[in-house]
């Protein structure tokens, strides 16, 4: 029998499916707290991924931790705070 994977890209064929190319542009991207921004997923870096249900939501960059920020959105009406890097960011 073959084990059914559970890796973080699992169920994520058409999410995660890339239609062009990443510039070095966006690896060096700069957002101020207090900008709103939106996740989308660069699925050529997949270290610093945030999860796959975070995918087209929006937020507010409320701080940042190294080259990351610290993006905080609202999920099923809690508050989360996410750890993102600007590749994965798109300004709103």
């Given at each position: 029998m073959v084990v059914k994977s559970h890796g973080k890209h699992r169920r994520t064929r058409e999410k995660l499916r890339k239609t062009r190319r990443i510039t070095v542009n966006q690896y060096f991207r700069r957002f101020?707290?207090?900008?709103?921004?939106?996740?989308?997923?660069?699925?050529a870096s997949a270290e610093t991924m945030?999860?796959?249900?975070?995918?087209?939501i929006t937020g507010k960059v409320t701080g940042t931790r190294g080259k990351a920020?610290?993006?905080?959105?609202?999920?099923?009406g809690k508050l989360k705070k996410i750890i993102v890097t600007p590749e994965h960011l798109k300004a709103v």
């Open positions: 101020n707290i207090g900008d709103s921004v939106a996740i989308r997923i660069e699925s945030p999860h796959r249900r975070f995918l087209g920020y610290i993006v905080e959105i609202k999920d099923s």
